[in-house]
């Protein structure tokens, strides 16, 4: 029962367009991430939100956009995609505190063709 | 930038007991060691993590050398499911914390 759903699971998408990926938390938590991870290559950070408020964001490219409706949401818009964003997109959750841990979703493969 | 080191990849044998090492030479003072572990087509999933002390749980003992700069997860009794990719990872505070992630160890189970 995945308590952090990311949709869809996989999507192909042509150069130029754009694509929204969607994640819901239902663990109660009051931050989320999102990070990307390419072919043969360590996860990237990307954003992090804490009580729907953009703490940090270490992505160049203003073509990713996340975007926090509720909550327990936090989706990312990108636009204008390149073949090079190919990747796998994950989002993640943690309640703040020292003891803190990430829980991750099972990702969005995104292929540009 | 990864702030830890460790093997590309180790080989066990099913039923032993895996010491999977790592290097964080420059950790400060208030930045916590974090394992996870994550396996093809699934996001990573934590095992265990640690500030100081040596921690246990149902997954595995974190072991901490006393001066922080290196740290070793111990798998005890491993069998085919715990093949994956072991990620240590620094918790690092920039005014938020961030999880960064290097390229881990790929752990191979034979059985």
């Known amino acids: 029962d995945p308590k952090i759903i990311q949709k869809p699971k996989y999507l192909v998408a042509v150069t130029g367009s754009e694509k929204i990926l969607i994640c819901e938390q239902y663990?109660?938590?009051?931050?989320m991430y999102w990070y990307r991870q390419s072919a043969k290559k360590p996860l990237e950070f990307m954003f992090s939100?804490?009580?729907?408020?953009?703490?940090d964001n270490q992505t160049a490219s203003s073509r990713f956009q996340p975007q926090s409706s509720k909550k327990n949401h936090l989706d990312l818009q990108i636009t204008a995609l390149k073949p090079d964003d190919s990747a796998t997109y994950f989002c993640?959750?943690?309640?703040?505190?020292?003891?803190?841990?990430?829980?991750f979703g099972h990702g969005t493969k995104l292929s540009v063709l | 930038d990864a702030k830890t080191t460790q093997p590309d990849s180790m080989e066990s044998t099913e039923g032993e007991t895996v010491h999977l090492p790592c290097s964080h030479a420059?950790?400060?003072?208030?930045?916590?060691i974090y394992w996870y572990r994550q396996v093809p087509l699934q996001g990573p999933e934590y095992v265990t993590h640690g500030l100081q002390q040596n921690t246990t749980n149902s997954m595995a003992f974190l072991a901490i050398a006393s001066d922080r700069k290196s740290s070793t997860l111990i798998l005890p009794h491993v069998s085919l499911r715990d093949a994956a990719v072991y990620h240590c990872?620094?918790?690092?505070?920039?005014?938020?914390?961030?999880?960064?992630f290097g390229a881990g160890t790929r752990l191979k189970v034979i059985a």
């Open positions: 420059t950790i400060s003072g208030n930045e916590y």
């Open positions: 939100y804490s009580y729907q408020k953009l703490m």
């Open positions: 990872i620094l918790r690092v505070y920039t005014g938020n914390y961030k999880y960064v």
């Open positions: 993640a959750s943690s309640q703040r505190s020292s003891n803190e841990r990430l829980f």
């Open positions: 663990l109660g938590h009051n931050a």
